[in-house]
């Protein structure tokens, strides 16, 4: 059971908008600690996507966006494109017995 | 080319040991903190072990805590990860990652990764 919970699948159809969220609890993003979002292809490594919960590293497109409210944080992926189809992963700080840096359990896109 | 390659994966039965070597290239690899983060198969992301840029801090996760140890050498830009009494759970596929750089402890997050060694832990 991961500490920060996703949703184990999500879809849309091409051109569509997707969010995928990420809840967790008093002692990782309540707290006030920073969402990290990561992209796994198909038989890939992950990838970095968002990092300080909305801020994306070069190369990745605008579709991509993060953000975060009180104990939830949210990808969300605009104009969805079938090279979207991937796992997605949160990530942050957690000052409980589970971390210091935990994941959450991914979210299978599928694009329909 | 920035990139991290893993090595030193295979089967090993229970009880044994491994130890993973992660290449780092075309970064200052002495200027960063690393990372293990494995993946069993079909499952998520698990963090592993943290070691600071000059191995001065170093951090695993409870799963791993006595039987890892993490350890870098800057000299070689190399970072190890020595696995000793290995159990059928720790079968997964280890990345190598860094730390991003402008992420302090609490706000870490990992901006590079390797594409991983598979350890298989079976009899």
């Known amino acids: 059971q991961s500490v920060l919970t996703q949703p184990p699948s999500v879809s849309g159809a091409p051109g569509q908008r997707v969010t995928i969220s990420c809840t967790g609890s008093?002692?990782?993003?309540?707290?006030?600690?920073?969402v990290h979002w990561y992209q796994q292809l198909p038989g890939t490594a992950p990838k970095l996507l968002i990092y300080g919960n909305s801020n994306r590293p070069s190369g990745v497109p605008d579709r991509f966006s993060g953000s975060k409210s009180g104990t939830s944080a949210s990808l969300a992926i605009t104009g969805l494109q079938a090279e979207d189809e991937a796992d997605y992963y949160c990530?942050?700080?957690?000052?409980?017995?589970?971390?210091?840096?935990?994941f959450g359990g991914g979210t299978k896109l599928t694009v329909l | 080319e920035v990139q991290l390659v893993e090595s030193g994966g295979g089967l090993v039965k229970p009880g044994g040991s491994l130890r993973l070597s992660c290449a780092a290239s075309?970064?200052?690899?002495?200027?960063?903190?690393m990372n293990w983060v494995r993946q069993a198969p079909g499952k998520g992301l698990e963090w592993v072990s943290s070691i600071s840029s000059s191995s001065s801090y170093i951090y695993y996760a409870d799963s791993v805590k006595g039987r890892f140890t993490i350890s870098r050498d800057n000299a070689k830009n190399s970072l190890y990860l020595q696995m000793n009494s290995l159990r059928a759970e720790d079968t997964a596929v280890y990345y190598c990652?860094?730390?991003?750089?402008?992420?302090?402890?609490?706000?870490?997050?990992?901006?590079?990764w390797g594409r991983g060694t598979l350890v298989t832990v079976s009899s």
């Open positions: 990530q942050s700080y957690d000052s409980s017995l589970s971390g210091p840096w935990v």
């Open positions: 075309g970064f200052t690899f002495s200027s960063y903190s």
């Open positions: 990652a860094r730390v991003g750089s402008s992420s302090g402890y609490y706000g870490r997050y990992f901006d590079l």
């Open positions: 008093s002692s990782n993003i309540g707290a006030g600690y920073d």
